[in-house]
């Protein structure tokens, strides 16, 4: 139990996935306790965590349901949070994606920014000389009206 309980640990620090353990097995696991169990090779140390205390009362075929049940809703448990686990991983992607479009949109709107403020600052300065120059020829206009009369 020491040593499944290192493998958790082990796991816990660097996320249990999959393929981590693609050689684990429940079938073989509970397999190997039943051979020890019947061998007389447990460690005396069963008390732990994993049975309650009505454990030491119960047999050892009552204990053994026990742990698989145990086994199986700790598989089942392990199955939902991997199925969670690859839909953070697909909506994270996603996410991404939609980040690096979004991305992209914005620096070709900049772009399309920095043409417009330049073109407006043409314009401006076109329209200036156009103003300028309009000053002028009615300064002529008048010049020339005054000569007329």
Wanted: charged share 35%; net charge negative; glycine share 2%.
């Amino acid at each position: 139990s020491s040593k499944i309980r290192n493998l958790e640990v082990q796991s816990a620090d660097d996320v249990a996935v999959l393929e981590d353990c693609a050689d684990f097995s429940l079938a073989k696991t509970i397999s190997k306790i039943e051979e020890k169990l019947e061998r007389g090779d447990l460690p005396d140390c069963l008390d732990d965590d994993i049975i309650p205390s009505v454990g030491n009362e119960i047999g050892a075929e009552a204990q053994i349901r026990f742990l698989k049940a145990k086994f199986r809703v700790m598989q089942e448990e392990l199955d939902s949070v991997v199925c969670e686990c690859r839909k953070k991983d697909d909506e994270n992607q996603n996410l991404k994606s939609r980040l690096k479009d979004a991305e992209e949109e914005n620096t070709k709107l900049q772009r399309t920014i920095s043409m417009q403020h330049s073109q407006t600052e043409k314009y401006k300065m076109l329209s200036q000389e156009a103003n300028k120059k309009s000053e002028g020829l009615q300064q002529e206009v008048i010049a020339l009206e005054k000569v007329l009369q």
